[in-house]
């Protein structure tokens, strides 16, 4: 399995901009959930998903960030429009969910995508 | 919801020493508790985790211990390597209103000094 594929890698882009960070969760996973990562707030859950049905979004900052899943094989978080505090690695990772037992499994994360709002 | 608070926020060991990160969490619920570790420039992967339903975990030099009456949950690394050195986040998830949801510590920087 190739894991948890994001991208880009990289994103730099200019104030005001759409930005669309994308993620390939791993195959058979039910849940999948976006964070967002700085040094000043660590890492921060934003939004996820279970069988591409969001969940909970109370992590969104605003109205500027949206996401979606359109099937189980990818999800889209668009920021629009991108502002210079946005700029952080944002993170998608994949889980199975529960497990028969009702105990939770281990998140697996993609490599982020890093972004750059100048 | 759940609330994790993690400490220390910053380790400095010498090598072959051992390092405990403390962690508590609020939700009685909580019934999962893995632990990642994020390289710098990397992703965060699973190092351990700990099921409530059991008091300790070990694997090699790394352990786990949790404490379900307390709710808190440890991490013990003994003989400490430089490549050791990295960023540390404990979770808590489970319970009805957090199926498949973790919520993160703020994470520990650990150094192992040469």
């Known amino acids: 399995d190739a894991g948890v594929i994001q991208s880009p890698r990289h994103e730099v882009t200019e104030m005001g901009q759409e930005v669309t960070l994308r993620c390939k969760p791993i195959?058979?996973?039910?849940?999948l959930f976006w964070y967002r990562q700085t040094m000043m707030r660590g890492l921060e859950l934003l939004i996820y998903?279970?069988?591409?049905?969001?969940?909970?979004d109370s992590g969104m900052p605003e109205d500027r960030f949206s996401a979606k899943m359109p099937n189980a094989s990818f999800s889209t978080l668009k920021i629009q429009p991108s502002e210079p505090r946005d700029s952080a690695v944002y993170f998608c990772?994949?889980?199975?969910?529960?497990?028969?037992?009702?105990?939770?499994?281990?998140?697996?994360f993609g490599n982020g995508t890093r972004l750059t709002v100048t | 919801g759940e609330n994790v608070e993690q400490h220390p926020s910053t380790l400095s060991v010498q090598e072959g020493d051992s390092a405990v990160i403390k962690c508590t969490y609020s939700?009685?619920?909580?019934?999962?508790f893995p632990w990642y570790k994020q390289e710098l420039g990397k992703r965060p992967q699973l190092i351990i985790d700990?099921?409530?339903?059991?008091g300790e975990k070990k694997d090699q030099r790394i352990a786990v211990t949790l404490n379900k009456t307390a709710k808190h949950f440890s991490l013990h690394i003994t003989e400490t390597q430089p490549e050791d050195s990295a960023v540390y986040f404990c979770?808590?998830?489970?319970?009805?209103?957090?199926?498949?949801?973790?919520?993160f510590g703020d994470g520990t920087t650990l150094t192992v000094k040469p």
């Open positions: 990772a994949s889980s199975p969910g529960p497990t028969t037992s009702s105990y939770n499994s281990p998140l697996h």
């Open positions: 195959s058979g996973h039910d849940y």
């Open positions: 998903f279970n069988n591409n049905v969001p969940i909970d």
């Open positions: 939700d009685s619920a909580s019934n999962y």
């Open positions: 700990i099921r409530s339903n059991v």
């Open positions: 979770a808590a998830s489970g319970g009805v209103s957090n199926a498949g949801k973790s919520t």
